[in-house]
């Protein structure tokens, strides 16, 4: 598992990932300093080891998980988890 860590408004975070035990799949979660889950939120996606294998592609896997573990960062720093549970609490308000 390799980490990035990155602050936000006076928080550290880290976002961790991992390629899963098929070796095909990448895990991408942000935890907060004390090892909770900073949100719901949790990323992954495949690649085929025939990308993997193929050296014309060697950059494209890392590429992918460069752009989900930006994505798992800048959905912290827009709220993204709690404006979903603000909708959420206001429409249970409104039944």
Known sequence: MQKKKFEFE????EVRYWLEDNNET?????FTEDGKPANSYSYSYGISLEIIND???NKYPNDLLNDLILLAENDVKEKKWENYLNVINNFKEEI
């Open 10 to 13: 006076n928080k550290k975070y």
């Open 26 to 30: 990448y895990k991408v979660k942000v």
């Open 55 to 57: 050296e014309k592609a």
